[in-house]
């Protein structure tokens, strides 16, 4: 006796193994299909800006003055040019380092920022409405203005090109025990971007 195989049944079964497979084919794709769009932004850079600042001194030393006697007064200026690209705030100090000697207790000292006036020559100079950012002693200046955050001066400068004079005026005081003293400083700006 021979036995008959049911063909049909897996032709049925291989049809609907087929007939899957391709549904989920089709439901793969069709998942996946969409309208699309783009743009785009292109050629982007980046760069920085910069802080720079120079005086009109060529390496000059802005007082020698010696012999001093009670009521002696002078006053000499130097100009600072903002050489930089971005908004920034200027601020005038000396270092410990640069400051020598005991005279500055008896040097009244006035510092002002204004325009006009080159270095050491005062001629022209005008100063800044409330333009006084220093009315002390030289000692006085030497102590409390020691770096950037407790420097003085409200200048702000934001182009290159801008300029600002100070004015340093002293005058020895009418003080007997003024004699036979020095004193040494050196005075720095300092620009910070803001």
Known sequence: MQVKKNRSG???????????VASA??????SYAAFTATTTNSGNSFSSGSVAISDDDSNGVLF???????????????????????????????????YTGTLGTYLDFTVKQGTGGTYADCT??????GGTIHNGTLAAFASSYTNFANGIGTWTPSTAGTKKTFQFTYTLQDNNSAQNKSAGIGF????QSS
Request: with cysteine; proline share 2%; aromatic share 10%.
């Open 64 to 98: 020698s003055v010696s012999g001093l006697k009670p009521g002696d007064t002078g006053s000499k200026c130097i100009e600072v040019t903002y050489n930089g690209s971005v908004a920034s705030s200027v601020k005038l100090y000396t270092t410990a380092a640069s």
């Open 25 to 30: 084919l089709v439901i793969w794709f069709s």
């Open 188 to 191: 720095t700006w300092e620009a």
């Open 124 to 129: 022209g100079f005008v100063a800044d409405s």
């Open 10 to 20: 897996v032709k049925a079964a291989a049809v609907v193994a087929t007939g899957l």
